[in-house]
């Protein structure tokens, strides 16, 4: 099945550090999900983006959804422990249906 | 307000049998979608029920089925199990279709 391209695969960073990660598509949506899991859990969400170009936080997380909604960007600023994890994209097409295709994730390490 | 649930959590079946596996979404949330998720091929979807009408499958055989009762309370069915059917089974709901989709804990199906 087809998934979205995310950057870099892992990240091993230090406490404090700022992260940016993003993700591509070769189609376009009209809704860019990012959420995070940790292990054995499931995914749980963090920003919802809905129009391109729009950029909005979450605390220290702030996402973009990129103009020509085929990517959008996630940062999270000053890391801390808990931030570990596995953050995944998801593009949406909604008003028609509401499967939601996802990226290949974002493993992030930080150390202290 | 309580939140996705699963059941059960884990199951451990042998290749040819068959498996249902439970969702209740949060109250008042109409939509429910199921997705797998495997290392090899990271989260997919598979359906999503909106007042108990199956409204969009993805890439998956027919031994994958589903349902959706009048209370959005879902089932998923695996019939003829194979191999690389383990996995973990995600299930989340949205208000209605194309909201934010919010997850359970999956529910792992390991197949021997």
């Known amino acids: 099945g087809q998934q979205l391209n995310q950057s870099p695969q892992s990240m091993f960073i230090q406490e404090g550090e700022d992260v940016s990660m993003n993700c591509t598509s070769s189609?376009?949506?009209?809704?860019w999900l990012w959420y995070k899991q940790d292990p054995g859990e499931g995914p749980v969400l963090l920003i919802a983006?809905?129009?391109?170009?729009e950029l909005t936080s979450n605390g220290r997380l702030t996402a973009q959804f990129g103009i020509t909604r085929k990517d959008s960007f996630l940062n999270i600023s000053a890391s801390i422990p808990s931030d570990v994890g596995i953050y995944f994209c998801?593009?949406?097409?909604?008003?028609?249906?509401?499967?939601?295709?996802f990226g290949t994730g974002t493993r992030l390490q930080v150390t202290l | 307000k309580a939140g996705v649930t699963q059941t059960p959590r884990y199951l451990i079946k042998t290749r040819g049998q068959q498996v249902t596996l439970s969702c209740s979404p949060i109250s008042g949330h109409r939509s429910v979608s199921w997705y797998q998720q495997t290392p090899g091929q990271g989260l997919q979807f598979l359906f999503e029920y909106f007042s108990e009408t199956q409204r969009n499958k993805g890439n998956f055989p027919g031994r994958f089925s589903g349902r959706q009762f009048s209370n959005s309370r879902s089932e998923m069915n695996v019939s003829t199990l194979e191999l690389g059917d383990s996995a973990l089974y995600l299930c989340a709901s949205s208000f209605t279709r194309g909201n934010e989709q919010f997850f359970g804990p999956g529910t792992r199906l390991t197949v021997l």
């Open positions: 998801a593009g949406g097409i909604t008003g028609t249906a509401s499967k939601l295709t």
């Open positions: 983006l809905y129009k391109a170009g």
């Open positions: 189609s376009i949506f009209n809704t």
